[in-house]
């Protein structure tokens, strides 16, 4: 069964500081994918980072990076230079392959980041 | 553009009284759709999911239901709603094409206290 572990229920950061909020996942599918989310106090998910268990390298978006560690079945997120806006619940998730015509999104349980001026 | 529209956006209902919460999809065909519910401070359940019209699975046994009378429409029901059954409900779609994964689009949530 595929599982996402978030091991880290809070973290704070000072501002323009980097922090790394923990995922490790468990799966038996060859081809996944691994996604960060953010969700601030409004609710919505937005999507911030995709990374693909075929990619070579760790997938990059702004501020945001994915340290992926295939071997170790680890999908940690980097954010650098942090910002006050950044302060929210973070999910790691994982899909599954492609049969049976869709795709599951697995979540962790979350890590809430807050940012301190 | 692909837009996903979810309401309402907070509900507040009475135990033991029916639910209907709706989702359509705009600017994409056939996409994969998906409901979720979110208790307070933990992450994201999957209830239902939907690869086309009027096909339904259930990820766990609950007192909701779930139903696609259109394409692009997601509906999400209960006849007798729990005090359990409060939560936040998001709803998700996602479209494959061929091999391209297109990623997940969620709306924006519906806030449901059963008092």
């Known amino acids: 069964a595929q599982k996402i572990t978030q091991t880290q229920p809070g973290m704070f950061v000072q501002e323009k500081e980097a922090v790394t909020l923990d995922c490790t996942y468990d799966t038996s599918d060859p081809s996944y994918g691994l996604f960060w989310y953010k969700q601030p106090s409004s609710g919505e998910m937005i999507f911030l980072i995709y990374q693909g268990s075929y990619d070579q390298q760790n997938a990059t978006e702004g501020r945001y990076s994915l340290n992926f560690q295939k071997a170790r079945k680890s999908a940690n997120l980097v954010i650098s230079a942090s910002q006050l806006g950044d302060s929210a619940m973070y999910f790691c998730?994982?899909?599954?392959?492609?049969?049976?015509?869709?795709?599951?999104?697995?979540f962790g349980a979350g890590t809430r980041l807050a940012v301190h001026p | 553009s692909q837009t996903i529209h979810q309401w309402p956006a907070t509900l507040v209902q009475p135990v033991g009284s029916p639910l209907s919460l709706e989702c359509t999809v705009e600017?994409?065909?056939?996409?994969?759709l998906y409901w979720y519910r979110q208790a307070a401070g933990r992450g994201l359940q999957l209830l239902f999911y939907s690869v086309g019209i009027g096909q339904i699975s259930s990820e766990v046994p609950q007192n909701l239901s779930a139903s696609r009378p259109q394409d692009r429409q997601f509906i999400l029901s209960s006849k007798k709603l729990l005090l359990s059954d409060s939560g936040f409900y998001l709803c998700?779609?996602?479209?494959?094409?061929?091999?391209?994964?297109?990623?997940?689009?969620f709306g924006s949530g519906t806030r449901l206290t059963v008092v």
């Open positions: 998730a994982m899909r599954g392959s492609a049969s049976g015509g869709y795709n599951k999104l697995i």
């Open positions: 998700a779609w996602s479209v494959i094409a061929g091999q391209v994964f297109s990623g997940y689009t």
């Open positions: 600017g994409t065909s056939n996409p994969n």
